[in-house]
């Protein structure tokens, strides 16, 4: 079954603490995104990657960061200095950045700050 | 103002009704349009693109006025599994990385 998965499905952070969002596809999709989603509001892009060992900084990208070592895989970090890191974390992909007309999204990590 | 409104909603509507959403933007270059359906605590799922000509999928159809910069979804005979929130999404230029999400008109289809 081809997709997106990601891990943990809920995430629960103490303030100050780093915490790592996974994010996997099989699609064989050149690029990938993160989105963030609060109440009420659209998604917002947080970083995206069009190519392994490249990523550049979307919308929203302060206290965030990435990497992409694998076209697999494009992990997220929420650092201790994002300032409201209560969200929705959505991770989607498309089978190139330039030209596309559809992403994929993963089945989200909703992360909470006790 | 935002770059893509849609209709506050919510929308309460009874099984079999027909329901229409409203979504414009503003940035009169972006090239591809498209409704992503989003069920409560799910991921957004594309419903479908959105072509000048205007399509239909069954009971879904969608139409586009560039000149006005105005997009909309119509549901014809709606189900119960129709409720969902409904997003526009822009794309300002043909990369993956300037999709602009609207904010989400939720439906509710009553039995």
Not at chain 1, 97 to 114: E, I, K, N, S
Not at chain 2, 15 to 28: D, I, L, M, Q, R
Request: charged letters at 20%; one cysteine or more; a neutral charge.
């Amino acid at each position: 079954d081809g997709g997106i998965t990601q891990s943990p499905k809920y995430l629960f952070r103490k303030e100050g603490q780093n915490v790592t969002l996974s994010c996997e596809q099989n699609l064989n999709h050149d690029a990938m995104y993160w989105y963030r989603q609060d109440p009420g509001q659209g998604l917002r892009l947080i970083y995206y990657s069009q190519i392994v060992n490249d990523f550049q900084k979307g919308d929203i990208a302060e206290g965030y960061s990435v990497s992409r070592e694998k076209k697999e895989s494009f992990p997220l970090t929420v650092t201790s200095a994002q300032k409201n890191p209560t969200a929705f974390y959505l991770c989607a992909s498309s089978i190139e950045a330039g030209f596309t007309d559809t992403q994929y999204f993963g089945p989200g990590t909703r992360l909470t700050v006790l | 103002r935002k770059e893509v409104e849609q209709d506050p909603g919510p929308f309460n509507v009874p099984e079999g009704a027909t329901v229409a959403f409203n979504c414009t933007y503003s940035n009169s270059a972006s090239q591809s349009f498209f409704w992503y359906r989003q069920d409560c605590r799910k991921e957004p799922k594309l419903l479908m693109s959105v072509y000048s000509s205007g399509n239909e999928d069954g009971r879904f159809t969608a139409q586009l006025n560039r000149a006005s910069q105005y997009i909309s979804l119509l549901i014809r005979d709606s189900k119960l599994s129709d409720s969902a929130t409904y997003l526009c999404v822009v794309n300002r230029d043909n990369y993956g990385q300037n999709f602009v999400f609207g904010p989400g008109t939720r439906l509710s289809v009553l039995p």
